[in-house]
């Protein structure tokens, strides 16, 4: 269940550029800090659930890259 929230956050977070505005002014360059947004705007998830939606977020949207978001569950080299 907690993973169906994590993508339906994503698929919010795609669809409406004001909330991706929001995401990238306040500065989230982590999944913690991801997660802590997430619940602020109500999508109440785990940070386990969250890296897996993030993984495999497969983008509906040309214009609306979540792709730096990827970033945060990638592994560090």
Same mark, same amino acid.
């Given at each position: 269940?907690?993973?169906?929230? &994590? =993508? ?6 795609? =669809? ?21 947004? &997430?619940? &602020? ?9 969250? &890296? ?26």
């Amino acid at each position: 269940m907690a993973l169906e929230t &994590a =993508r339906k956050f994503l698929e919010r977070l795609e =669809r409406e550029e004001t909330l991706r505005q929001q995401l990238y002014i306040n500065g989230i360059n982590d999944l913690e800090k991801l997660l802590q947004f &997430a619940q &602020a705007k109500g999508f109440v998830c785990r940070a386990e659930d969250l &890296a897996a939606a993030l993984t495999s977020f497969k983008p509906s949207l040309p214009t609306a890259s979540l792709e730096p978001l990827k970033q945060l569950v990638a592994p560090k080299s």
